[in-house]
């Protein structure tokens, strides 16, 4: 289990599934021990802002499109959507897309993770390509069966729609590690 996580996530209304779906695949996931554990960033400069302290974490997962910030109304809603959530009473958070920004993991993974264990946890299918380029894990926000977001992943990758498909190595690809929410969570994110 991963101590101290970083995870820079402009709408994690998906929290409050983890737990059900967890339990769906006969794993043990509390809600409001994931978030004692973990340090949520809303943007890239609230994530540079939180990276830069110096502060260690075992895990840092991105997802792909975040904007650079974020309006004060907006972070304190998500505050008090992550405070909410831990307590158990959950609540609603609006999803918010800024269709502005795309792909700005990439640029917070050179600037400040380069060195670090990373993955990127999104539905965006255009960042599929650059994470695989990286060599950062990636998981499907909106894949929720076994198996289901690795198959998507890797034949979007090697499909004509997958802008890095001409000249791929296949083997590559195919240990590539990859999956979608179950995975996520089984791999990173269960209690021991």
């Not at 991963?2 to 998906?14: Q, V, Y």
């Not at 998981?139 to 289901?148: A, Q, T, V």
Request: with cysteine.
């Amino acid at each position: 289990m991963f101590e101290k996580i970083f995870w820079l996530e402009d709408n994690p209304d998906f929290l409050q599934c983890f737990s059900e779906l967890a339990l769906s695949y006969g794993l043990k996931l509390n809600t409001q021990d994931l978030l004692s554990r973990t340090e949520f960033a809303f943007s890239f400069n609230h994530g540079k802002d939180i990276i830069e302290k110096g502060t260690q974490f075992d895990l840092h997962i991105l997802d792909a499109d975040f904007p650079n910030d974020v309006l004060p109304r907006r972070a304190r809603e998500i505050q008090r959507f992550l405070e909410e959530t831990k307590k158990g009473s959950g609540g609603r958070l609006e999803f918010v897309s800024d269709r502005q920004i795309y792909d700005n993991f990439i640029r917070f993974h050179r600037e400040f993770l380069k060195e670090k264990r990373t993955i990127v946890y999104s539905m965006s299918y255009g960042a599929i390509g650059p994470a695989f380029k990286l060599g950062l894990p990636f998981y499907n926000k909106s894949s929720f069966e076994l198996g289901e977001g690795e198959k998507i992943i890797k034949e979007y990758l090697l499909s004509s729609k997958g802008q890095f498909a001409e000249g791929l190595d296949k083997e590559a690809v195919a240990k590539w590690e990859v999956g979608g929410t179950p995975e996520l969570i089984q791999r990173y994110l269960v209690n021991d």
